[in-house]
């Protein structure tokens, strides 16, 4: 017998276990021989096809299979067709495979060993089975566990267990240690680029019990929040349940996990989560790991916690407003340092100047509107400082150039200088109408939010723009396009009114390709890339001469 | 526990930034890596380890013809930088760029040669024996003067050089990622330099080298080193060859003096020989660029004496 299409008629079968496994295999060989699909892009519709016999003819047996389970202890109280079984088993191996299908689409399934009477000392029986979807987190080798809606399959005399895609798989007892996915350790700034299990040295840096409410009201968790820190740079983490270790502790951790909460990583550690305490007498102490936590304007991330940073003030703004019956006062204020400009967000009252330079303590980042800000709950933690440690700073002038590439690896935020080469010039730009309500570009007269509105014009121009490490979008908007192009909305509305849009960007096209062009303002940077908002914008004239001579000096070229 | 952390990395949706690539560096590629999802690049890894996916190239208008295709109508080209040649395709999928295309086709069979700044995406085809090649498929051009094309020039310079000097470091590491990050090779060349090693084995980097060399002196302004392949001087050659004299007798005369001049000095030659060197062959024994280059393709094409194994290199078939 061709042996191509069994494992197909296995998964055929994993979906239609009632079907017959001849007629299957008639069906595959009909649809190689005679429409010359190959099983693998077959086994779809053929699937569908025993899944619709299967419908009419047997949909009352298959309903009483699936109330009526069978529980039984050994592999040798079941028969051939037995469905939905329950039954408790120790996993030896678990051996996952990625099939591919011709469509190019990959699917994981596992073949191992399991065997019966976990908890019994009577010889136990080893069988085959395959696990179909995915079951890999609670299927892990030495683990004991209960397998619920798992059905019997009886292929050339031999049998074996198919945990399917509605089986349930119960983990009653973990994996000895030695199962436990253990890896060497790596340092923080590592594994903040991670996802996923990790392992890691650190040394505790803060620590704090707190509570998590549910959602559902249903009552709270006890956790504990910290901070871990090493030579490469800190952490925040998250422990799920007890932490007994001071500050300051060096520690070792295995099977902790690294989360994500906005853009910022985070340790997460459960019940599963090793946690030794770990010698090493060249490690930092916490006094130097903590004095590096000093924040940059240029390191802060959206739901970064306990940062301690220092700006220089730029502007105040503060107003105040009701909750719940009582005044409260919000002051807004604009503050930078040699790496940048943000905002900062004070919950309290708070007299500030600008031109002072504040010490923050343990404030919390959040962005808004995709840049990070600096928030602040309690006036107390902010601290003026006699003296700035950095000279002062002229915020007129102030700007950070960076390269777009750096700009790639950083985070979204304001006040920087970068160029590059305009490389795409969108169709959308000129005249478009905006709501009134929420800004956004209306498509036909109707925004996503308000629906039909009445527009307001206004002009905007869209660029890709690359320097051949990375590239960015470009949003210029009303003023700086005006700017840039030196002509105002009006007239460019009017040229559009008697020549058409598309001549008005054929035009800009022509005059703008390849050219390099230097921003100013603000970045955002998330997983799609990074948008520029200009403030400014200008052609940077270029000297070839002064060009190459520096090309040479930087590689040590001699002609 | 379980779950999410299997699926990672949305990265890949990036848009791929434009490598500032000399024609040699690009035509000497020949390892393909096809992007398995629908939204992965495909990339042509060069011997320097540039992983090439889009590119911004330059230099004068060496060949435009129209193709028909059973898409519909497109357009092929050659876009020749001071280090070879770079061949080019305006796809029926893009015709907001015919316009464009169809008048540097007009202003090219005038006989006018101007230099072109090009945005396109890296493409590659593999011949039946298992050959690449490397062309580009356009996604924006333009006219530009001899002055940015000074700039792109240096530019693409500064670009090789980081290469080179990145792959010069990397033979002194390990063969793996950490020992080329703590090596100091820059991270957008770490996984192209892994890949090149693996594939080309040790390279010889004196061209690219030479390619930087040529391109500074001709950016500072000053003459380049011997063989004058200076860009704007190519339009001198040609600018006089009207084409009406290929067609009389005498345009026979000259395309059998090209074909002999060309297989002796095929046959003459141990290696592939480039096509400047054909073509400066020719002009030796009185025969016109354009000529000369109708000459090559023919042999190439439709009397198949003669084939291109690399971009760029001939040899006797």
Redesign the interface.
């Known amino acids: 017998m061709t042996d191509e299409y069994d494992t197909y008629i296995e998964q055929v079968l994993t979906e239609v276990p009632d079907a017959d496994r001849d007629a299957i295999r008639v069906e595959f060989e009909k649809y190689h021989t005679q429409f010359r699909i190959e099983p693998e892009d077959a086994v779809r519709s053929i699937m569908k096809r025993f899944q619709k016999n299967d419908s009419e003819s047997s949909i009352q047996s298959r309903m009483d299979s699936m109330v009526t389970s069978k529980k039984v202890e050994r592999f040798s109280e079941l028969g051939s067709d037995d469905r939905n079984i329950t039954i408790e088993v120790t996993v030896v191996t678990y051996t996952p495979r990625m099939q591919k299908m011709k469509s ?1 689409e990959e699917r994981q399934i596992a073949f191992g060993w399991i065997e019966d009477l976990p908890f019994s000392n009577e010889n136990s029986t080893r069988w085959d089975y395959k696990d179909w979807s995915n079951h ?3 299927l892990s080798p030495g683990s004991i566990v209960r397998l619920e809606g798992v059905s019997v399959n009886e292929w050339n005399g031999k049998r074996s267990l198919n945990i399917n895609q509605s089986s349930r798989v119960v983990v009653l007892q973990e994996g000895s240690a030695a199962n436990i996915p253990t890896s060497d350790p790596v340092d923080l700034a590592t594994a903040s680029s991670m ?3 990790v392992s890691l040295v650190a040394r505790v840096v803060a620590s704090r019990p707190d509570q998590i409410v549910k959602k559902d009201g249903s009552g709270t968790i006890d956790i504990v929040r910290g901070r871990l820190a090493d030579s490469s740079g800190q952490m925040s983490f998250l422990c799920w349940g007890e932490f007994n270790h001071e500050v300051g502790s060096l520690l070792r951790f295995e099977g902790a ?1 690294i ?1 994500r909460f906005r853009d910022t990583p985070e340790v997460n550690f ?1 019940d ?1 989560t090793k946690i030794e305490v770990f010698r090493d007498a060249s490690f930092p102490d916490a006094d130097e790991l903590s004095s590096q936590n000093r924040a940059k304007i240029e390191d802060i991330r959206d739901g970064m916690r306990g940062v301690d940073i220092t700006v220089q003030v730029e502007s105040i703004e503060t107003r105040t407003f009701v909750r719940d019956g009582e005044e409260r006062s919000l002051t807004s204020v604009r503050v930078l340092d040699p790496s940048g400009r943000c905002k900062m967000t004070v919950w309290s009252p708070i007299e500030l100047e600008p031109g002072q330079v504040v010490s923050v303590q343990e404030a919390r980042i959040r962005a808004f509107q995709g840049t990070p800000d600096i928030t602040v709950d309690d006036a107390k933690q902010v601290t003026i400082l006699d003296e700035s440690p950095w000279g002062d700073i002229d915020p007129e002038s102030h700007v950070v150039e960076i390269s777009l ?1 750096e700009l790639r ?1 950083s985070g979204s935020r304001d006040g920087i200088q970068t160029e590059g ?1 305009v ?2 010039i969108r169709e959308d730009c000129g005249i478009v109408l905006r709501c009134p309500e929420c800004r956004r570009v209306l498509r036909d007269g109707v925004c996503t939010e308000h629906d039909v509105v009445e527009g307001v014009e206004d002009l905007r121009l869209r660029f ?1 723009i ?6 960015a979008n470009v949003v210029i908007g009303r003023a700086a396009s005006e700017k840039f192009l030196e002509q105002d909305m009006a007239t460019i509305q009017s040229r559009i009114n008697d020549e058409g849009s598309s001549n008005f960007v054929k035009e800009i096209k ?1 005059k703008l ?2 050219i ?1 062009i230097q921003i100013n303002g603000r970045a955002i940077v998330d ?3 990074i948008m520029l908002l200009p403030d400014s914008v200008l052609e940077k004239p ?1 000297d ?2 002064n ?6 000096e ?2 040590g ?1 001699v ?1 | ?6 699926i ?1 990395g ?2 890949n ?8 690539m000399f024609a040699i560096e690009f035509s000497q590629s020949s390892l393909p890596i096809v992007g ?2 629908e939204f992965d690049p495909s990339f042509v890894v060069s011997r320097l380890g540039a992983m090439t996916s889009r590119m ?1 190239v330059a230099g004068v208008i060496d060949n435009m013809e129209r193709r028909d295709t059973e898409s519909g109508p497109g357009y092929r080209g050659r876009l020749r930088d001071s280090t070879g040649l770079h061949m080019f395709d305006v796809t029926p999928f893009s015709p907001e760029l015919h316009a464009d295309a169809e008048e540097i086709l007009a202003r090219f069979e005038r006989g006018d040669r101007f230099l072109v ?1 090009m ?1 396109g995406r890296a493409r590659h085809y593999e011949t039946e024996d298992g050959g690449v090649f490397t062309s580009i498929r356009a ?4 006219e ?1 003067d001899v ?2 094309y ?2 792109w ?3 693409t ?3 090789t ?2 290469r ?2 990145s792959h010069r470091k990397s033979r002194e590491l390990d063969n793996n990622e950490a020992s080329y990050k703590s090596g100091g090779i820059p ?2 060349l770490i996984t192209g330099i892994l890949k090149s090693r693996e594939h080309y084995g040790d390279i010889d980097d004196s061209v690219y ?1 030479v390619a ?2 040529r ?3 001709m ?4 003459a380049p ?1 011997e063989e004058n392949l200076d860009v704007p001087s190519v339009s001198d050659d040609v600018a006089p060859a009207p084409s009406k004299s290929i067609e009389n007798l005498e345009g026979d005369e000259a395309r059998e003096k090209a074909k002999e001049a060309i297989m002796q000095c095929l046959n003459a030659s141990e290696s592939p020989v480039d096509y400047d060197t054909l073509i400066r062959v020719c002009s030796g024994v009185g025969v016109v660029r354009l000529t000369a280059e109708e000459v090559i393709d023919d042999l190439r094409d439709v009397q198949a004496l003669i084939q291109e194994p690399e971009f760029g290199f001939f040899e006797i078939l």
Not at chain 1, 547 to 552: D, E, N, Q
Not at chain 2, 13 to 20: E, S
Not at chain 2, 139 to 142: A, Q, T
């Open positions: 190019g890999s987190s609670n996802e996923g299990p996990n989360r459960s599963r590439g690896n080469d490389l795409v890709v690359d320097d051949g490490l990375s590239s022509d390709f390849g390099r997983d799609r890339g270029n070839p001469v060009l190459a001579s520096k090309v040479r930087t590689w070229v002609l | 526990m379980g779950g999410g952390p299997l990672s949305s990265s949706r990036q848009r791929q930034p434009a490598l500032r398995q999802g911004l700044l945005l996604e924006g051009f333009r530009i002055n940015r000074h700039v020039l240096a530019r310079a500064d670009a050089m980081r080179i000097d991270s957008d080298e930087v060399m391109a500074i002196s950016s500072e302004g000053l080193p």
